[in-house]
């Protein structure tokens, strides 16, 4: 995630070591992306795209709502910089026809950037912890089959599913849960692999390289 460090009165990024690990076990190396303004020039270096979770919520403005309640607060700050950085490289990997690979933030930047909407705010009864999966069995997530425990903690959802994708997995309560493309190598997942690290979870990630 992007923030400001008010120690040293400068940006910072910040960035798990388990997704640079499991980048690593799939065969590829990581490479962090810095500049916005590279965004092309990382499109054409790079075998594939990963675009991680983080506390920050997209602005609501990227899919015509305006932020009420807790929206914007300090357990879910917004950060314009991290979504122009996201849209920006997932629209110049689309282009390149490169693999992208989106998870918890990854999966709601992918699902706006193509046209589709969000929960702002579950619901506090319906806000996700870890639960099981219900996987479509002929989509990209088949081996979580249809009671596979995943790593999942969201206040936000999918609401609209964006053009050109289809919806590969739900929770029990029927909240979208996994993601892809239609036609380009774009997929996407709201749990986290990267922490619970299983088989079916490690085989996300070789999709990439």
């Not at 965004?39 to 795209?49: C, P, Q, T, V």
């Not at 991680?52 to 914007?72: C, E, L, P, V, W």
Request: net charge negative; proline share 6%; with cysteine.
């Amino acid at each position: 995630d992007d923030g400001f460090n008010p120690m040293f009165q400068a940006p910072h990024t910040i960035i798990s070591s388990n997704y640079t690990k499991c980048v690593l076990e799939a065969g590829g190396i990581p490479v962090v992306a810095f500049d916005v303004n590279c965004a092309a020039e990382y499109a054409a270096m790079a075998d594939g795209l990963l675009l991680t979770g983080g506390m920050s919520d997209i602005h609501a403005g990227n899919y015509g709502q305006i932020y009420k309640d807790r929206m914007g607060g300090p357990n879910h700050p917004l950060n314009e910089l991290r979504d122009d950085m996201d849209f920006t490289l997932l629209r110049a990997f689309m282009a390149a026809g490169k693999p992208v690979f989106g998870i918890g933030r990854g999966l709601q930047v992918v699902n706006v950037v193509q046209g589709g909407s969000l929960y702002m705010d579950l619901p506090e009864d319906h806000e996700k912890e870890n639960h099981t999966v219900v996987a479509e069995p002929d989509s990209f997530v088949c081996a979580y089959g249809t009671g596979e425990q995943v790593v999942s903690r969201h206040h936000q959802g999918m609401k609209s599913l964006g053009r050109d994708l289809k919806i590969c997995a739900k929770s029990p309560d029927g909240l979208p849960e996994a993601i892809e493309h239609t036609s380009l190598p774009v997929y996407a997942v709201q749990w986290h692999p990267e922490q619970s690290q299983t088989q079916a979870d490690k085989k996300l990630f070789e999709r990439l390289i």
